[in-house]
């Protein structure tokens, strides 16, 4: 089962930050947060991953709180082309798929 | 960035063909890769763990003798669907992953493929 939960879906505004939360309150210690992304009809995507720092990347920025429970991707000025089911994954050694939120953003 | 590469993007053939499907790390090596099933509007199930030199690890209720996988080198895993039927109709996707246990894996684009 996924670790993780996220909402189903959100909207943002073309331009805007979106800001994607995502619940992982039974994270152990050495296991990192991941973040991909899926278009449809794509093979999914990866973004940017953390384990307990603050990440930033030329697509996202990863905010994962100190208590390591839970983390918000941020995509400082959406575009059309950033609509896609985004996956927040905790890894063991494999990664098992939750359904993700399905990001609209809006012109 | 590191580089999956999946082979044939789509396929469409008829009932009670075998077909296989490659993914290739195309510049890095991968000890281990994975194998996805996707339905529509639905998200990805994992079928199997590839590593390189044994046997595959299967997940529950997938048919090891329906979908054989072979991981014969550090770039390249193979899916064969045996026999396949239109059930088997399904987006397949794989991916690898780098040496060191905290890279992120990385996913092939898919291959979808239909049984007539």
């Known amino acids: 089962d996924a670790k993780t939960t996220q909402p189903t879906s959100m909207d943002c505004a073309e331009g805007r930050a979106a800001n994607l939360p995502c619940n992982h309150s039974?994270?152990?210690?050495?296991?990192?947060v991941y973040w991909y992304r899926q278009i449809h009809s794509q093979g999914p995507q990866y973004i940017i991953h953390?384990?307990?720092n603050n990440e930033t990347n030329e697509m996202a920025s990863l905010i994962i709180t100190e208590d390591r429970k839970s983390s918000t991707l941020i995509l400082p000025h959406a575009t059309l082309r950033d609509t896609a089911v985004y996956y927040c994954?905790?890894?063991?050694?494999?990664?098992?798929f939750g359904k993700g939120t399905r990001l609209h953003i809006l012109p | 960035g590191a580089v999956v590469s999946q082979h044939p993007s789509r396929v469409i053939c008829k009932s009670g063909t075998s077909v296989k499907i490659e993914c290739r790390s195309l510049?890095?090596?991968?000890?281990?890769m994975f194998w996805y099933r996707q339905f529509p509007k639905k998200s990805l199930m994992l079928m199997a763990t590839?590593?390189?030199?044994?046997?595959?690890?299967?997940e529950q209720g997938v048919e090891k003798d329906k979908f054989l996988i072979n991981h014969a080198s550090l770039t390249l895993s193979t899916l064969t669907v045996t026999s396949a039927h239109p059930e088997d109709s399904s987006f397949y996707i794989c991916?690898?992953?780098?040496?060191?246990?905290?890279?992120?894996?990385?996913f092939g684009d898919g291959t979808r493929l239909s049984i007539l």
């Open positions: 991916s690898a992953r780098e040496e060191y246990s905290n890279q992120p894996q990385h």
């Open positions: 039974t994270i152990s210690g050495n296991e990192y």
């Open positions: 510049d890095f090596q991968a000890t281990t």
């Open positions: 590839s590593n390189e030199g044994s046997k595959a690890t299967y």
């Open positions: 953390g384990l307990k």
């Open positions: 994954i905790v890894r063991d050694d494999k990664i098992i």
